[in-house]
């Protein structure tokens, strides 16, 4: 059984529960759940099969503190032949011009590292301006508003590890 390592970063506390409701949907698999204020080396990225990375945009496009502070580490990780899904959660109605950015500092990080990054989503039907999380029409991974959009977070997320599950 392949291992799962949900890793995020949360400073108001929308992002953890967007973690906790992503790993209900792969509920009875090998499942690590982790804040990255909690994650001291790199260890947890190097065993996991499949890696499941999620971040808040702070300000105008800040990475979260935590994952700021990991960064380092995380640039020097080996994850080569690794999984990669991202998701980032970001205001797009008060940041419109930086929305999910810091989701686009992980997926450069990880790109970088060799990992395969899987779970783009189109920006269809999301209301923004801008975002460096955008690449060829799709945001880089699951992008949520939960200021704006949260009664759309729950068929967002079940749709994307539908499409999650048979890459893994």
Do not use: C
């Not at 973690?19 to 499942?31: P, Q, R, T, V, Y």
């Not at 959660?89 to 999910?100: K, N």
């Not at 686009?104 to 590292?113: D, H, N, S």
């Amino acid at each position: 059984m392949k291992k799962i390592a949900i890793i995020y970063g949360s400073d108001s506390g929308n992002t953890e529960t967007v973690a906790h409701a992503i790993s209900k949907e792969f509920s009875g698999m090998d499942l690590h759940l982790a804040n990255i204020a909690d994650v001291s080396d790199v260890q947890l990225l190097e065993d996991g099969d499949f890696l499941i990375l999620g971040t808040p945009t702070w300000g105008y496009g800040d990475l979260q503190e935590d994952w700021e502070r990991f960064m380092p580490k995380l640039k020097k990780a080996n994850l080569k032949g690794k999984t990669v899904a991202l998701f980032g959660l970001g205001d797009s109605g008060a940041y419109p011009d930086t929305f999910v950015d810091a989701m686009a500092e992980l997926y450069e990080v990880v790109i970088q590292g060799g990992a395969r990054v899987i779970g783009q989503v189109p920006v269809d039907h999301y209301d923004f301006d801008d975002s460096r999380a955008v690449l060829d029409g799709n945001f880089v991974g699951l992008a949520l508003d939960e200021d704006n959009e949260s009664d759309l977070t729950d068929q967002r997320i079940s749709e994307w590890v539908a499409k999650l599950k048979p890459l893994i």
